[in-house]
């Protein structure tokens, strides 16, 4: 849970970058990454150390370093902290990132720590240029509980929360309740298994989705006595330690299950350190345009039939270079439309009865193209689809105010009826400042999707309700609510025709009266 001074903290280095000139809020928390990835390493440097220390008890042997050898103890946090300003914007601009690039290189292996913290470090550049900029930087996140496992996943999804800018190909960080919902709906029915699962995302962004997946998992596998229970101006906040997961289950949590692809390097960094802060000590998030033809030649064993479960929210509007488009996804829907190509890509990634939750702009549900229509009949006809839920327009504001629904299928399944919900309220305005309001219609979505019933559930003006697929299939496979909802019009009570006239005979004799009046004043 982030405290109230913790809050304080974060907002004040915000502060500090903004009036350090640096003010676009990808380049800050990236900047903020990079001095995170900094501590991480030393703080990992130190156990290493002690776990040598501990196994050559009696041994006149000296640490030989695993990410700081011992002519470079300079270039660790918890030694150049304490220089002054000048010399450490040297040391880290100069010898620090260099360092952090190399530290993949000959002879270690992909799985290695150095190898990921190499990989997520190239190319990084330190935009800090004022030393007092850096100096501040440092000592507030010196003070930061970067050791705490159940603080410091909270602290940058907050810092995540001030990000406001969509990324270079239209990304945009989807909001957590949201992220959460989807979760919630595929994990239904299926919690015994969904810890053995393998999980992607090929436009993963900031890493919402695969972070939003372990927290589910850490809430579900946590018993009443291992909840940690935060109290604070009397609201109450649980921490899920995940205390009944076992060691083979976080083996596989930590090596196997997440996967995340994106070709934003910023976006990438900020994955990556999401992950580590929540518990992935070596994340597999790796730089990748996932529609192109050298996606399957460099992740031969992840690029098809490789997951169980795939969330997403893919770019909308990204720039596409179609040439270089796999003709994998192009042989099955000719388009351009990333939204499409990505909805392709999902089902050649996943495993036979592999699951999905993605979202989608409202034009995938009822676009008139060749390619829209080709591709909604290939989800009804040769898998399952399973449920789609409309979203509430301004629910990615303040990053675009699209409209949108999450679609749910199953790779090779088979539709009998669709599920449809429209999520009207989603517990926050529809302005730019998405402030928490009352109307809240996503425990209702959860409540229904638990107790949904095809025989059941057909009254179409209810909020959810079941469409047989025969009748999508009459409709062009048209999946918009809105061709198969029937709205409940509330009849409105108006006055005969003669009182109104009436009405507006006594009005235009009182505008009569008053032009009389000033007619006179005149003269």
């Known amino acids: 849970m982030i405290t109230g001074p913790l809050r304080s ?42 776990k040598f220390a501990r196994i050559n008890r009696g041994k006149n042997r000296k640490f030989p370093g695993v990410f700081f050898k011992p002519d470079q103890q300079h270039l660790r946090w918890s030694t150049f902290r304490h220089r002054g300003g000048d010399e450490m914007l040297t040391i880290i601009r100069d010898e620090l990132f260099p360092h952090f690039r190399n530290l993949g290189g000959n002879g270690v292996d992909s799985d290695d720590p150095r190898h990921t913290f190499s990989e997520y470090m190239k190319d990084a550049t330190l935009m800090i240029q004022k030393p007092s900029l850096l100096v501040s930087a440092v000592n507030m996140i010196d003070e930061l509980p970067l050791a705490q496992g159940d603080t410091k996943g909270d602290l940058y999804e907050y810092l995540l929360g001030k990000l406001t800018t969509a990324g270079i190909n239209g990304q945009f960080r989807t909001p957590r309740h949201i992220i959460r919902l989807m979760v919630d709906l595929v994990i239904a029915g299926n919690e015994d298994e969904a810890i053995s699962w393998t999980v992607g995302d090929p436009a993963c962004g900031t890493g919402g989705f695969l972070v939003g997946f372990l927290e589910a998992l850490r809430e579900q596998y946590t018993s009443d006595d291992g909840k940690i229970i935060h109290e604070e101006n009397g609201s109450q906040d649980i921490t899920y ?36 802060l929540h ?95 080709s591709l909604r009949e290939m989800l009804v006809e040769q898998h399952q689809l399973e449920a789609v839920v409309k979203l509430p327009a ?130």
């Open 279 to 373: 518990g992935v000590d070596t994340p597999d998030i790796h730089y990748a345009d996932t529609l192109s033809n050298g996606f399957p030649e460099k992740f031969p064993h992840l690029a098809e039939d490789a997951f169980d479960l795939i969330l997403a929210n893919p770019p909308f509007k990204g720039s596409l270079d179609y040439p270089d488009v796999h003709s994998s996804l192009t042989g099955k829907v000719k388009t351009k439309k990333t939204e499409l190509l990505f909805l392709v890509l999902i089902l050649r990634m996943l495993r036979q009865g592999g699951r999905c939750a993605v979202v989608v702009p409202d034009g995938v549900l009822f676009g008139s193209s060749k390619a829209h229509r």
């Open 241 to 276: 330690t995940g205390d009944l997961i076992t060691p083979q289950q976080q083996k596989h949590i930590q090596q196997g299950m997440f996967h995340g692809f994106d070709f934003d390097v910023t976006m990438l960094r900020i994955a990556a350190m999401n992950l580590m």
């Open 9 to 50: 903290r974060i907002d004040k280095l915000w502060e500090e970058f903004w009036t350090g000139g640096i003010t676009n809020p990808l380049t800050v928390i990236e900047q903020i990454s990079f001095l995170m990835f900094a501590r991480l390493l030393d703080m990992r440097e130190s156990m290493e150390e002690k």
């Open 394 to 523: 301004g629910v990615f504001k303040p990053y675009a105010g699209v409209s949108t629904a999450i679609l749910f299928f199953t790779k090779d399944g088979r539709t009998t009826d669709v599920w449809f919900y429209d999520v009207e309220e989603d517990g926050f305005s529809r302005d730019d400042k998405r402030t928490p309001i009352d109307k809240n219609d996503l425990p209702d979505v959860r409540k229904r999707w638990a107790k949904r019933n095809p025989k059941k559930d057909t009254d179409r003006t209810a909020k959810a309700f079941f469409v047989p697929k025969k009748e999508i299939a009459e409709n062009g496979y048209d999946l918009s609510l809105n061709s198969y909802n029937e709205p409940v019009y509330e009849e409105e009570e108006y006055d005969p025709p003669q009182v109104i006239l009436q009405r507006l005979r006594e009005l235009e004799a009182e505008i009569a009266k008053d032009l009389d009046e000033l007619e006179g004043m005149l003269g």
